[in-house]
């Protein structure tokens, strides 16, 4: 799976849209980019993922760039209960029913601290 | 939420006891997975599931055996507990989301060995 950079840390004032970035410039073409994230003490959670266009769910939008070497990670409109570390995550995806274990490597994320 | 339970949600044990772990999910996933947590690691992957009776290894096995007797539960033991196991455990299933799948996590069991 593709290595992924992300900041160690960044803040977002409550209400403001909360744009995290990851790089990813070794990705290959069937590699996915999954967004996880952990609010502290708490199981990971996922967020969203996407192969090339962007998507968009309930929690959050994933924008990916043309050369997919590079996502972003956009929570609208941030809470307080947004503070969590984030995780950018490549992988690819066999399929549910191929016999291959999907296992999901975890960096150190993003820490967001989002705050009034 | 993809009604997946972690018991106890809390132990304290010592060296050199045998402990066992549980995750109970309720929506028939096939794949199920044990994971621990430490700082300055990351997650990292001890053992998984692909059906009942069928296991396989991760990257931090030894120590560690598993058993899936049913669909529902995945059992990780420590079947002689040491301090360097102390650690959050969390066990996760693949769900199919948009044609891919997507991994699902529990709460954790917080695990000390004194």
Redesign the interface.
Known sequence: DAKTTQPPSMDCAEGRAANLPCNHSTISGNE?V?WYRQIH??????II?GLKNNETNEMASLIITEDRKSSTLILPHATLRDTAVYYCIVRD?????T?T????????GTRLQVTL | DAGITQSPRHKVTETGTPVTLRCHQTENHRYMYWYRQDPGHGLRLIHYSYGVKDTDKGEVSDGYSVSRSKTEDFLLTLESATSSQTSVYFCAISATRASTDTQYFGPGTRLTVL
Not at chain 1, 101 to 108: D, N, Q, R, V, Y
């Open positions: 996915y999954y003490s708490q199981g990971p959670q996922y993922h995806s066999p399929g549910i029913n016999g274990a999907s296992k999901l490597t975890f960096g150190t």
